[in-house]
């Protein structure tokens, strides 16, 4: 065993877990509820004895997949190891989700650990860039579909979240920390449609934005038209349930290539 899988939330671990051939060493975060056996708890204040942990264990390779909260922090829980790393720590925690994110990674990397993406282990996870429903966006849809892009790029700048509900030629949610299904709730009305993706310019080794059938019984029961992601940044768990369901309610599913 040389990959080690820090499990977060949702339904990505579990569905990486199957893809592998191997069963990786399944590690999370204290207070975080993945929904898979975890081998390894750590947390952050001990984050340097947790590295070598793995390194003592053969493991070589990292991936980091699903939801993960902000922790609490407690000052007096560090370990002597992690205690060098609290500058950077603290930095990281000052920044949003993608900076922190790369300063974590900086971290496992500087102690020799290699970062696997979650799509590098399982790429048929990424759908082909195309309307894979029935249905199919309208051009005022197309059009509306544009608008994304601009809100992603503002989203990015400010390091929020990764998808917005646009409706009547505008945004009429955007994404925060409650996430995607909170969104879509938030905005439910009638037309519209839910469009997702990464963040320009971060680091797609960790929290690539992810849809599943949840996500489509969510848009069906909000009133949205469709679903429009970002081709080759959104994984789509279990994308036969998800078209499927799709396709029963008359919705689409487009994978868009930006600025189309």
Known sequence: MTLALIAGEGDLPPALVGELAAPPLVCALEGVSPRLPVDLWFRLERLAEFMAALKARGITQVCMAGGLARPNISWRAFGLSTLPLV???????????????????????????????????????????????????????????????????????????????????????EEDRAGTDALIRRAAGAGGLLFKGPKPGQDRRADLPVIGPGTAEGIIAAGLDGIVIAAGGVMVLDRAATLATLDAAGKFLWVRTAGT
Do not use: W
Request: proline share 7%; hydrophobic share 45%.
């Open 87 to 173: 500058p950077v720590m603290l930095r990281a925690l000052r920044r949003g989700d993608d900076g922190a994110l790369r300063a974590f990674i900086g971290v496992m990397e500087a102690r020799g650990l290699q970062i696997v993406a979650a799509q590098d282990i399982a790429p048929d996870l990424l759908p082909p860039h195309d309307v894979l429903t029935k249905a199919a966006p309208t051009p005022e849809e197309v059009d509306l579909a544009r608008l994304g892009d601009a809100c992603l790029a503002d989203m990015g700048r400010r390091d929020t979240g990764q998808a917005c509900v646009l409706r009547d030629g505008q945004v009429a949610a």
